[in-house]
């Protein structure tokens, strides 16, 4: 197993969208990025810790590379978006890679230039050395598992979900 963690505004979609996928186990939503030991929730979500959310898990590389991993995660948000996605703004809610070692950087780099070829705009896509990874809260985990009609997942969290789905159906657990 070899571990990942991404970037790509709230936590709560990256989650959902990157539990749902063959070979990665462990999705836990939390913070990296950043110079604050430990922070909870609230002070990231106020700013001035430098953290991004992220989702953090294990995968499989014989049944998930981390190129495709990263085809996912480059059409799940909007990689042309400094410090927000849609309604979310802030520095914790830029996208971001965070590798662990030169083949992910590699594997990154090479995402990223593809991601180009499908968005406009460029793509600002941070591309940095995995750092501490801090778990958030544990009301966090499943959010969106355990809280589908709440109206920021239903209206935010629920399309991303569907598309990732629809668009990676090849690599998506069947559903439970």
């Given at each position: 197993?070899?571990?990942a ?12 969208v990157f539990?749902?996928?063959?070979g ?26 430098g ?7 294990s ?33 914790h ?16 780099l ?14 600002v ?18 959010y ?33």
């Open positions: 197993m070899k571990k963690t991404l970037a790509g505004g709230c936590f709560w979609c990256t989650e959902a539990k749902d996928l063959i990665v186990e462990g999705v836990q939503p939390g913070f990296m990025g950043g110079h604050v030991e430990r922070p909870s929730y609230q002070e990231v979500c106020a700013g001035g810790t953290h991004a959310e992220v989702a953090h898990f995968y499989d590389p014989a049944l998930i590379s981390f190129s495709d991993i990263l085809d996912v995660f480059f059409t799940m948000h909007d990689p042309t978006q400094i410090n927000r996605q849609g309604n979310d703004v802030g520095e809610y830029r996208s971001a890679v965070f590798f662990y070692d030169a083949e992910q950087e590699r594997d990154a090479a995402a990223a230039k593809r991601a180009a070829d499908i968005w406009d705009g460029t793509v896509t941070q591309i940095v050395p995995a750092g501490p990874f801090w778990a958030a809260e544990n009301y966090h985990v499943d969106f598992a355990n809280n589908p009609d709440q109206p920021y997942c239903a209206a935010v969290v629920a399309p991303k979900v569907v598309k990732a789905r629809k668009m990676w159906a090849s690599k998506m657990k069947p559903k439970r």
